[in-house]
């Protein structure tokens, strides 16, 4: 099992990233982005179900990132739009086998998002 992720770089306030994540050797009934900034403890980004339909935000990323998926695929995005400054952090994309787990089993090797003000 594989989760790659990628999409990540250096763009202005205000501007767009998508990233993605392709996982491999199964299908997971939940994914999610995460990130993690230089000093701080990783932290939860959105989440979404295999349904496509049921997703999850933290708060300060509400209204301006969307996740989605592609079950044919096994594939899932994270487009990030009007993004921040402090947005800036090593993103990673997870997967959880059961969706009640509180744990997710396996994690991506993280992609950088630069946003320079």
């Known amino acids: 099992v594989q989760l790659q992720a990628s999409g990540g770089g250096l763009v202005q306030a205000g501007g767009s990233l998508r990233l993605s994540c392709a996982a491999s050797?199964?299908?997971?009934?939940?994914m999610g982005w995460f990130r993690q900034a230089p000093g701080k403890e990783r932290e939860f980004v959105a989440l979404i179900r295999r349904s496509g339909v049921t997703t999850s935000y933290a708060d300060s990323v509400k209204g301006r990132f969307t996740i989605s998926r592609d079950n044919a695929k096994n594939m899932v995005y994270l487009q990030m739009n009007s993004l921040k400054p402090e947005d800036t952090a090593v993103y990673f994309c997870a997967a959880k086998i059961d969706m009640y787990a509180s744990k997710y089993d396996y994690w991506g090797q993280g992609t950088q998002v630069t946003v320079s003000s």
């Open positions: 050797g199964r299908s997971f009934s939940s």
